[in-house]
C-alpha cells in the first residue's frame, strides 16, 4: 500500500507564498508520476499541476500558471507545490496524488491516479 500525506497548508494573505509538501511512503513497487489537485466547496476537483517521474515534464493549469511551481526529490520521497502570488480564488483543499508505474508522463486527469493524500487546507484572505 502507499500512503501519502500532504502538509504546509494554511491561511495566507493574497499576494503571499506557500510551500505545499506531498510525503510518499510504502511500497510505490515502481516509479510514479505525482500530482496535485484542488476542490473548493461548491465546486469540482480540478487539477492543479503534475510532474513526471524523473522531473523532466511538468504540467500546470492555466489558471496557475506562472505563479505555481511543481517539483519533487525523489531521494525524500516528496513532491513540493510552490504558490506565489497566491488569490483568493486560491483557496480551497489541495491534494497530492500518485500515479504508479509511470515514468516519462504527467497526468493532468483525476482517473489517471492510484492514491491520493487526504489533502490540506489552504485559505487565501483577501
Known amino acids: 500500500q502507499v500512503q501519502l500525506v500532504e502538509s504546509g497548508g494554511g491561511l495566507v494573505q493574497a499576494g503571499g507564498s506557500l510551500r505545499l509538501s506531498c510525503a510518499v511512503s510504502g511500497r510505490t513497487l515502481s516509479n510514479y508520476a505525482m500530482g496535485w489537485f484542488r476542490q473548493a466547496p461548491g465546486r469540482e476537483r480540478e487539477f492543479v499541476a503534475s510532474?513526471?517521474?524523473?522531473?523532466?515534464?511538468?504540467s500546470s493549469a492555466d489558471s496557475v500558471k506562472g505563479r505555481f511551481t511543481i517539483s519533487r526529490d525523489n531521494a525524500k520521497n516528496t513532491g513540493y507545490l510552490r504558490m506565489n502570488s497566491v488569490k483568493p480564488e486560491d483557496t480551497a483543499a489541495y491534494y497530492c496524488?500518485?500515479?504508479?508505474?509511470?515514468?516519462?508522463?504527467?497526468?493532468?486527469?483525476?482517473?489517471?491516479?492510484?492514491?491520493w493524500g487526504q489533502g490540506t487546507q489552504v485559505t487565501v484572505s483577501s
Open positions: 496524488a500518485a500515479d504508479l508505474g509511470r515514468y516519462y508522463i504527467a497526468p493532468r486527469r483525476a482517473d489517471e491516479y492510484d492514491y
Open positions: 510532474i513526471s517521474w524523473s522531473g523532466a515534464i511538468t
